[in-house]
Each structure stands twice: as structure tokens, then as C-alpha cells.
Nanobody, 124 residues
Framework: QVQLVESGGDLVQPGGSLRLTCTAD?????VGWFRQVPGKEREGVAC????????KYVDSVKGRFTISRDPDKDVVWLQMNNLKSEDTAVYYC????????????????????WGQGTQVTVSS
């Protein structure tokens, strides 16, 4: 069992930036960031493989969000720039310890480990 802890969520004005951090207490292969708004399904935002390659983004965040990781420390970041009100959500980090040729933001079932989430609110 791997424990994941997210941090960095906050209240920010539209156009602002935040950096979310996901820290794992064990080895992870693929790591993804997901978000959920009350009443809506959880949505995949970005994912990255263990070596930092194979990055994927949902279309709505391309050019604004950047996922990166330090595999030696099992830390993954999500840098969020030019935030919009529609980015408001609880953001979750998810991880899989199993080797895979590609990470996914569509199939959440591939991630057995999930954090508790961190709230991001974009509002003026």
C-alpha cells in the first residue's frame, strides 16, 4: 500500500497560479492528477510515467498546466497557470506501482492508490 498526500490547494483569483504537490511514501510508476466538482464525474487532468516521459493532458488544460516529477523522491507536481473559474475542483493525486508503457487520464481504474484531495478555488 502506498500513501499519497496532496498539498498546495488554495483560493486564487482568475489568471493566477498554483502548484500542487503529490508526495508518495513508496514506489510509484504512473501518476495522474484528477479533479472533481460536486455533482460531476471525476475528470483526468494530467499523467506522467516514472521516468517523467509520456505526459498527457486533458484538452482544457493544455498550455496552462504542467505535470512533472522527481522519481528519486517520488514527488509529482502540477503547475497550474492562468487559472480559470472552471478549474475550481478538488484535485486528487493517483498512482500505480505497476509497469505500463503509457499512463492514462481516461481509465481511473488503473490507479489503485489515491490521495485525499486538495481544494482549488478560482474566484475573484
Amino acid at each position: 500500500q502506498v500513501q499519497l498526500v496532496e498539498s498546495g490547494g488554495d483560493l486564487v483569483q482568475p489568471g493566477g497560479s498554483l502548484r500542487l504537490t503529490c508526495t508518495a511514501d513508496g514506489f510509484t510508476w504512473n501518476v495522474g492528477w484528477f479533479r472533481q466538482v460536486p455533482g460531476k464525474e471525476r475528470e483526468g487532468v494530467a499523467c506522467v510515467r516514472h521516468n517523467g516521459a509520456g505526459i498527457k493532458y486533458v484538452d482544457s488544460v493544455k498550455g496552462r498546466f504542467t505535470i512533472s516529477r522527481d522519481p528519486d523522491k517520488d514527488v509529482v507536481w502540477l503547475q497550474m497557470n492562468n487559472l480559470k473559474s472552471e478549474d475550481t475542483a478538488v484535485y486528487y493525486c493517483a498512482a500505480s506501482p505497476i509497469y505500463s508503457v503509457a499512463c492514462t487520464i481516461e481509465n481511473q481504474a488503473e490507479y489503485p492508490y489515491w490521495g485525499q484531495g486538495t481544494q482549488v478555488t478560482v474566484s475573484s
